[in-house]
């Protein structure tokens, strides 16, 4: 079906970006077919159907490249015992217990509740890691199921960690990079692995393998802690970029999440390798781990993007975050306000594109028709020079009215029309309690 998004602001994004007022995307089924004045377009495309987009902007869909779906149940959870003091602690006290508590009903609810999450914000890609011990076997295929039927686009992978008292998940990756193979464009695969600190070697080396057989990259956490460094050192005497690289995780497709507490020499060899790091600037503030060194990885020519780590689904509220941040940590306000947009708009368009084999995060004719509406009057001009004015100080504010993914309408008018958002949340909250009982129980 072809349809005219008409009458709207669009940004085109991409290496030629254009703010075009009082403009229309047409799509037709799964593309953009044309982008221009919305009078032209109506003529070109008299029997399209019409979605007008007065009063709104229309931005290419916003990619997040780091989620946990599963940790939608935590939320509102008490934790038994003394509140975590450090990283590690909020790891054993509640993580590792959440993902253990997770029945494969509750793995299905807690992909479903946090894609309408997505989708609310006109976030259409995301790359998710996941984990669920007890219900670990076929977990990629029920989150697949849920992906699908949101509509929106997602790489998976399963948390392989040594640490895993009911076993490692290596297999569901595999099972799942070859299922998936090349992918159709709407679910990827990665190979998922915790951390330097939960892994062993030999564990690495299997995964690595099964990573280069399938084409895929590695999906893990690195340096989030000070303890995740102090071990490498400690086990391994050397720094664990070092040693993931040796082993042969790093790669243009293989994302290494915070890298909060790594130096020059691993920054260089991030870069050298081509390999991607996730900033997750909320996870980080919120578990106090420390800031990470985005500005230096940038100027060494790293590929940074932005994830949330599970903390929501909402990218421009991660881009301020990162914004704000990194001025402060860095106590210069000439700071972030390239960079911090940069991250969400051009990085995470790259990783997407490594991972799905396509060009995301532009609007352009013959690209995907992935698209965010939102309600926005500018106050003041808005043009090209200045959109990173609108989006920082504006558009993180303004309110997602529609969104497209794949050239389907997933979201209009606010209402959520591939999910029945009310029902899932109900059920969830019937499951939840049940959850949270068993996780007093762990050990
Ligand atoms: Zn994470």
Not at 351 to 374: K, N, Y
């Amino acid at each position: 079906m072809t349809t005219r998004f008409e009458n709207g602001i669009v940004v085109t994004l991409g290496n030629n970006n254009r703010v075009l007022w009082n403009a229309t995307v047409v799509t037709d089924g799964e593309l953009v077919t044309a982008v221009g004045d919305s009078a032209e377009m109506k003529r070109r495309f008299p029997d399209a159907k019409s979605v007008d987009c007065s009063g709104k902007i229309i931005l290419p869909g916003f990619i997040c490249s780091h989620h946990h779906f599963y940790s939608t149940m935590a939320r509102g959870m008490a934790i038994p015992g003394e509140p975590a003091k450090n990283f590690v602690e909020i790891l054993e006290k509640l993580w590792w217990k959440v993902d253990r508590a997770l029945d494969e009903e509750d793995v299905l609810l807690s992909a479903q509740l946090p894609l309408v999450d997505c989708i609310r914000n006109g976030t259409t890609t995301v790359i998710d890691h996941h984990a669920s011990p007890a219900a670990r076997d076929g977990s990629l295929d029920v989150i697949e199921t849920a992906v699908r039927q949101a509509g929106v686009r997602a790489s998976l992978c399963y948390e392989v960690s040594d640490r895993n008292i009911m076993g490692g998940g290596i297999a569901e990756n595999e099972r799942f990079i070859k299922k998936v193979g090349k992918g159709d464009g709407q679910i990827a695969a990665m190979m998922g692995l915790h951390a330097s600190f939960t892994l062993s070697d030999d564990t690495l080396e299997k995964c690595v393998g099964i990573a280069k057989q399938g084409e895929v990259g590695c999906h893990i956490h690195v340096a989030e802690d000070l303890a995740d460094r102090e071990d490498s050192l400690k086990k391994y005497n050397t720094t664990i970029v070092n040693r993931l690289n040796k082993l042969g995780a790093t790669g243009k497709k293989s994302i290494f999440v915070h890298c909060v507490h790594i130096d020059e020499n691993e920054m260089d060899v991030i870069a050298r390798t081509a390999t991607i790091v996730v900033h997750n600037p909320e996870s980080n503030m919120n578990n106090a781990v420390g800031v990470t060194p985005i500005l230096k990885m940038l100027q060494k020519g790293v590929l940074v993007g932005l994830g949330t780590d599970g903390m929501g689904s909402d990218m421009l509220v991660q881009m301020r975050c990162a914004y704000l941040l990194h001025r402060l940590a860095n106590r210069d306000p000439r700071v972030a306000f390239m960079e911090a947009p940069q991250m969400l708009l051009q990085n995470n368009a790259e990783i997407a594109g490594r991972q799905f084999g396509l060009q995301l995060g532009q609007i352009a004719e013959g690209l995907p028709a992935d698209l965010a509406i939102l309600d926005y009057c500018p106050p003041t001009p808005l043009s090209e020079a200045n959109f990173l004015g609108h989006l920082i100080f504006g558009l993180v504010d303004a309110v997602v009215d529609t969104t497209v993914c794949r050239g389907k309408i997933l979201m209009q008018g606010k209402r959520i029309l591939s999910m029945d958002e009310e029902r899932l949340a109900a059920r969830s909250r019937e499951l939840a309690p049940k959850m949270w009982a068993r996780l007093q129980e762990l050990q």
